[in-house]
């Protein structure tokens, strides 16, 4: 097994590389300090197992293993980083990362998600897994409290519409309209516009096209 290490921090990268020496006795490990290094290394040939931090110096992680993939598609890739919010989180996962471990985590949860990928498996560590499901359940809170029609005009003022061309659109009273947008605003707890489209989209009920 070929297991290659990312990362800008050569502390992390050097200790990671040593521990997982002892777990896999039998693998070639290499550190690299940015992505460059990597493409650099003529002799390592394709790599099984990527351990790779998102935030780093000439090109992000994510950049990184997109391109990648293009050539090599049967690498694995595992994310160690320090960035645990659902949206990052879930970002990373549909564009193909195997694994995501957050690097608060002990050593273990990496062997864990090397073991995993290299059977095929997708792994979530733990701190990861309880990021998305709280994420999940406060959208369910906020949906749940949401009525339809307030999901609609909540769509359309994201979508930069007025009130008045938001009754337009749904066929409404420019009053109901009103009072519709004065309730997200109440139950968002906001005050401005900008601030209901913001948090919308920090909470996954609008996506930016």
Same mark, same amino acid.
Request: negative net charge; aromatic residues 10%.
């Given at each position: 097994?070929?297991?290659? %290490? +990312?990362?800008?921090?050569?502390? &992390?990268? !050097?200790? @990671? =590389? +040593?521990?997982? #020496?002892?777990? *896999?006795?039998?693998?070639? &490990?290499?550190?690299?300090?940015?992505?460059?290094?990597?493409?650099?290394?003529?002799?390592?040939?394709?790599?099984?197992?990527? &351990?790779?931090?998102?935030?780093?110096?000439?090109?992000? $992680?994510?950049?990184?293993?997109?391109?990648?993939?293009?050539?090599?598609?049967?690498?694995?890739? &595992?994310?160690?980083?320090?960035?645990?919010?659902?949206?990052?989180?879930? *970002?990373?996962?549909?564009?193909?990362?195997?694994?995501?471990?957050?690097?608060? !985590?002990? @050593?273990?949860?990496?062997?864990?998600? +090397?073991?995993?990928?290299?059977?095929?498996?997708?792994?979530?560590?733990?701190? +990861?897994? =309880?990021?998305?499901?709280?994420?999940?359940?406060?959208?369910?809170?906020?949906?749940?409290?949401?009525?339809?029609?307030?999901?609609?005009?909540?769509?359309?003022?994201?979508? $930069?519409?007025?009130?008045?061309?938001?009754?337009?659109?749904?066929? %409404? #009273?420019?009053?109901?309209?009103?009072?519709?947008?004065?309730? %997200?605003? =109440?139950?968002?707890?906001?005050?401005?516009?900008?601030?209901?489209?913001?948090?919308?989209?920090?909470?996954?009920? *609008?996506?930016?096209?």
């Amino acid at each position: 097994m070929t297991i290659a %290490i +990312i990362d800008d921090h050569t502390v &992390i990268g !050097e200790s @990671l =590389k +040593i521990i997982l #020496s002892t777990y *896999y006795t039998d693998a070639l &490990i290499t550190y690299y300090l940015k992505t460059a290094d990597f493409l650099g290394d003529t002799g390592r040939g394709e790599v099984d197992v990527i &351990i790779l931090d998102l935030l780093m110096p000439e090109q992000a $992680g994510l950049d990184f293993m997109v391109e990648y993939r293009k050539e090599f598609d049967s690498s694995k890739f &595992i994310i160690v980083s320090a960035l645990n919010d659902a949206n990052t989180i879930r *970002y990373a996962l549909r564009l193909g990362a195997d694994a995501y471990v957050s690097k608060d !985590e002990s @050593l273990v949860e990496i062997k864990r998600a +090397i073991d995993s990928v290299m059977l095929n498996s997708q792994y979530l560590s733990t701190n +990861i897994r =309880k990021s998305l499901v709280d994420h999940i359940l406060v959208d369910e809170k906020i949906v749940f409290h949401l009525t339809p029609r307030e999901r609609q005009v909540l769509n359309q003022v994201c979508n $930069g519409f007025t009130i008045k061309e938001t009754a337009y659109h749904l066929k %409404i #009273s420019v009053h109901t309209a009103q009072e519709h947008y004065k309730n %997200i605003m =109440k139950k968002f707890k906001v005050n401005r516009t900008v601030d209901l489209i913001v948090f919308a989209i920090k909470h996954g009920l *609008y996506y930016v096209n």
